[in-house]
C-alpha cells in the first residue's frame, strides 16, 4: 500500500481535490436518504443503521470506500440545522463561505500555541478579536470553544483579579455553565436569585448586593437557553457599579445582535460589563467552534500567561516572537479566527445584521401565527429569535409526547423548555432561509401530532 497524500504541501490541492467531490457527493447521498431534519426511528434505529455503515472500527486491512460511506452515514444520521424543522436549539446552520474556511484550516493545520506554527494565523486572530471585542464595547478577546469555556474563563479571571472569596450571584435564567464553573473553581456556593418573570429583577439583585460581603461577581444573561430574554443590562450595570460589583454578561446568544442596527440597543449596558461571552456559532453562522471572552481591561488577562522554554523561550520573546501561551487556557487549538475574518470581511455589518434582521422577523411571524392559532398557546412575545408556545390545554405529559413523536418520525426537532411550571415547545429560529410557509407547515406537523 503505497503512503496516504497529506492535505497540505506541494501536492496537497491535487490530493484533496478528488476527495472533496467525495464527500460532497456523499453529503448529499445522505441527505436525500434522511429526507427531513433528522432521521426517523429513534435512537436505536439510527444507531443500528450507523453500526451498519461502519461495521469493524479498526479492521486488519483498510476499506478505500471509507470515507464516502461513513460521511454518508452521518449525514443520513444528522440533525441538519439546515433544515427549516430543526429549530431545538442554538444551533445554526453554517455558512458556505465560512465552512470553506474552516477546510483551509484542517487543511494547513496550524496550532495556536506557538508563533512558529502559526505565523500569518496568529496575526490574524489579533485582529479579529479586537475588532469583535470593540464591537462589544470591550478592549479585547480571547477564542473559545464556546460560551462554556468562556463562562468559566471569566469566573476565573474575576477570581484571580478580586480573590477566591469571590461570590457569583446571578438569576434563575443563567446558563448551567455558570454555577458549575463556580464548583470547578472552587468558589463559594452561588447566589442564585429567583426569575419569576424571565429575568433578573434589579430590586432582588439591589437586595441582595446590600447584604452579601466580600467581593461579588454578577452575571447577566443577554439571551437566555429557555426563552432568548435579555436582562436588564443598564440597571445591572449601575447597580453593580454602585456596590462595586464585578459584572460579566452572557451574550453567548444575544451577542450577534450587535450586528445589527435595528436589534443593537437590546444590548444597551453591554460595554460597563467586565467580561461578555459571545459566541459566533449562534448569531454568527459559524461552524463550531466560534466562541470569544471579550474583557473591557486587558490588565485582567496577565494571570493567564505562562512560559515553557520551548513555546515561549524568553530570548524568542524578547527578539519579537509573539507570546501566544496567555491567549487560552488550551495549548494546542485551531485558528478559529479564519472563517471568522473571512466571514466578517465578506458580508460586513450589515450583511451579518440582514441576517439577524431577517430571523428576528421570523420569529415574530412565527409568533403571530401562533397567536391567531385557535388551539395554540403563545408563551410570550419573542425578544430575539425563541419562541415558545404550547396546544392550547394540553398537559405536560402531552407536549413532551409531541416533541418525542415529532422526534422518532423525523418530521421535526423542536426543543422543550419549563417556564411559569408548564412545559412548553422551544424553537430557536437561527435560519435565514426559512420561508412563512415552513412555519406553518410546522405548526401543521404539531397540531397533527396532539391528540384530540
Known amino acids: 500500500m503505497s503512503t496516504p497524500p497529506l492535505a497540505s504541501g506541494p501536492e496537497g490541492t491535487d490530493a484533496l481535490r478528488p476527495l472533496l467531490d467525495t464527500v460532497l457527493d456523499a453529503l448529499d447521498a445522505g441527505t436525500r436518504a434522511r429526507g427531513g431534519p433528522l432521521p426517523a426511528g429513534g435512537p436505536e434505529a439510527v444507531a443500528t443503521r450507523l453500526r451498519d455503515a461502519l461495521g469493524e472500527v479498526l479492521p486488519r486491512h483498510g476499506d ?12 443520513e444520521g444528522a440533525a441538519d440545522p439546515a433544515h427549516p424543522h430543526c ?33 500569518a494565523a496568529s496575526e490574524l486572530e489579533a485582529l479579529v478579536t479586537t475588532a469583535v471585542a470593540r464591537l462589544a464595547g470591550q478592549s479585547d478577546a480571547l477564542v473559545t470553544t464556546g460560551g462554556t469555556e468562556s463562562n468559566q474563563l471569566a469566573l476565573l479571571l474575576a477570581r484571580e483579579s478580586h480573590g477566591p472569596a469571590i461570590r457569583l450571584v446571578c438569576g434563575a435564567n443563567a446558563h448551567h455553565s455558570l454555577p458549575r464553573a463556580a464548583w470547578l473553581l472552587g468558589l463559594p456556593d452561588p447566589l442564585v436569585l429567583p426569575t419569576p418573570t424571565g429575568t433578573l429583577h434589579p430590586d432582588a439583585l439591589a437586595d441582595a448586593l446590600t447584604t452579601l460581603p466580600g467581593p461579588v461577581l454578577v452575571a447577566a444573561t443577554a439571551g437566555t437557553t429557555d426563552a432568548g430574554v435579555i436582562d436588564p443590562l443598564p440597571d445591572i450595570a449601575a447597580l453593580c457599579h454602585t456596590h462595586g460589583a464585578r459584572l460579566h454578561v452572557d451574550a453567548a446568544y444575544g451577542g450577534g445582535l450587535l450586528f445589527s442596527d435595528r436589534h443593537r440597543p437590546k444590548l444597551a449596558g453591554l460595554a460597563a460589563a467586565d467580561t461578555v461571552t459571545l459566541d459566533l456559532h449562534k448569531l454568527g453562522w459559524q461552524p463550531v467552534a466560534a466562541g470569544l471572552l471579550a ?53 460586513g455589518r450589515h450583511g451579518l445584521g440582514t441576517l439577524v434582521d431577517q430571523v428576528c422577523d421570523q420569529a415574530q411571524q412565527f409568533a403571530a401565527l401562533i397567536h391567531d392559532h385557535p388551539h395554540l398557546e403563545l408563551h410570550a412575545p419573542p425578544t430575539i429569535s425563541t419562541v415558545l408556545f404550547r396546544p392550547t390545554g394540553a398537559t405536560d405529559a402531552t407536549v413532551a409526547e409531541i416533541r418525542r413523536r415529532l422526534l422518532t418520525q423525523g418530521h421535526a426537532v423542536l426543543g422543550r423548555a419549563r417556564l411559569d411550571d408548564r412545559l412548553w415547545l422551544k424553537t430557536t429560529l437561527l435560519n435565514p432561509h426559512t420561508h412563512p410557509h415552513d412555519l406553518a407547515a410546522l405548526l401543521h406537523l404539531v397540531e397533527g401530532n396532539t391528540p384530540a
Open 295 to 347: 474583557v473591557r481591561d486587558p490588565a485582567d488577562l496577565t494571570p493567564l500567561h505562562q512560559h515553557t522554554a520551548y513555546l515561549n523561550a524568553d530570548d524568542d520573546t524578547e527578539a519579537g516572537l509573539p507570546d501566544l501561551l496567555g491567549r487560552s487556557l488550551r495549548t494546542t487549538r485551531r485558528p478559529d479566527a479564519l472563517k471568522i475574518a473571512v466571514t466578517l470581511k465578506t458580508l
Open 87 to 119: 429549530v431545538a436549539h442554538l444551533h445554526c446552520p453554517p455558512l458556505a463561505l465560512a465552512t470553506a474556511a474552516d477546510l483551509a484550516v484542517s487543511a494547513l493545520n496550524p496550532s495556536m500555541d506557538s508563533w512558529d506554527q502559526a505565523p
Open 64 to 75: 478505500p470506500h471509507a470515507l464516502p460511506t461513513l460521511v454518508r452515514a452521518l449525514a
